[in-house]
Every structure is written in structure tokens, then in C-alpha cells.
């Protein structure tokens, strides 16, 4: 059964839907399960301005990529790099601070499903051309 906390979370669609106004776009797939993430990101040199984002995917997926978009704004780009480098090296449970917000999605019979919470954060990465 999912959490009344993810759903919450998920059902929280203020920045679902894309209006194709961005600097950056991606799109990407989890190839474990199917879920699929679109994402557009408004950014200048610096500073991401905003995300919206559309996904078919589960609800763990929504929920994460609806946490990403209220969190992103304002992200300093050369910050988002360095945790780029901590996320990608340890893609493990526990986030860097930046991201640590996202563990309230991994509750206990949720572990299993790290590829679906980080799923938009991928799709960020690669939107920026982070790797």
C-alpha cells in the first residue's frame, strides 16, 4: 500500500504538464519498469529558473518528480554538478544534503524502488547536460 504521504505528494500537480517554453528539455525512461519522464527546465547561466514535467509512470515517480519541481527553483547550476558527482558515485538510499528531501519517498517498503524516485533527477541531469 502507498503512503498517504506519497500520495499527497503526487497528487500535488502545479508544475505537471508541459508548455514547451524551456531552455532545456529531456526525456527518460526507466528500463526496469517502463515509467517515463519528460521534463522542461527554464535556466539561464547560473540559476534554474523552473521545471514542469510530464510522466507515465507510477505513483512513487509522480511524486518524485513533483517534489524536484517545487525544489529546483533557484538551484545554483555549478552546486547541481557537484551533487551530480555525489548522486551518480553513490546512487544509494541516503541523498546528498541538496537532495535529502527525496528520502521521505523511500520508507521501508519502498527501497526497492530507488529507479523510480531518481528517475527525474536523471532526466534533469541529462536536460542540463550534466554527466
Same mark, same amino acid.
Given at each position: 500500500?502507498?503512503?498517504?504521504k506519497i500520495i499527497k505528494l503526487a497528487s500535488d500537480t502545479k508544475f505537471a504538464g508541459l508548455k514547451n517554453i524551456f531552455t532545456?528539455? !529531456?526525456s527518460v525512461k526507466n528500463? #526496469?519498469?517502463g515509467d517515463l519522464i519528460k521534463i522542461e527546465i527554464i535556466a539561464n547561466k547560473t540559476k534554474i529558473k523552473s521545471m514542469r514535467y510530464e510522466t507515465e509512470s507510477c505513483?512513487?515517480?509522480?511524486? !518524485?518528480? !513533483?517534489?524536484?519541481?517545487?525544489k529546483i527553483k533557484n538551484f545554483n547550476l555549478k552546486e547541481l554538478k557537484n551533487n551530480?558527482?555525489?548522486? &551518480? +558515485?553513490n546512487k544509494k538510499v541516503n541523498f546528498s544534503s541538496k537532495?535529502?528531501?527525496?528520502?521521505? #519517498?523511500?520508507?521501508?517498503? &519502498? +527501497? &526497492?524502488?530507488?529507479n523510480c524516485v531518481i528517475l527525474p533527477m536523471e532526466a534533469l541531469f541529462k536536460a542540463l547536460k550534466i554527466n
Open positions: 500500500m502507498i503512503s498517504p532545456h528539455k !529531456s528500463s #526496469l519498469c505513483i512513487i515517480c509522480e511524486a !518524485s518528480a !513533483s517534489l524536484l519541481a517545487k551530480y558527482k555525489q548522486f &551518480n +558515485k537532495f535529502k528531501i527525496f528520502n521521505q #519517498l523511500l520508507i521501508k517498503k &519502498n +527501497k &526497492n524502488r530507488i
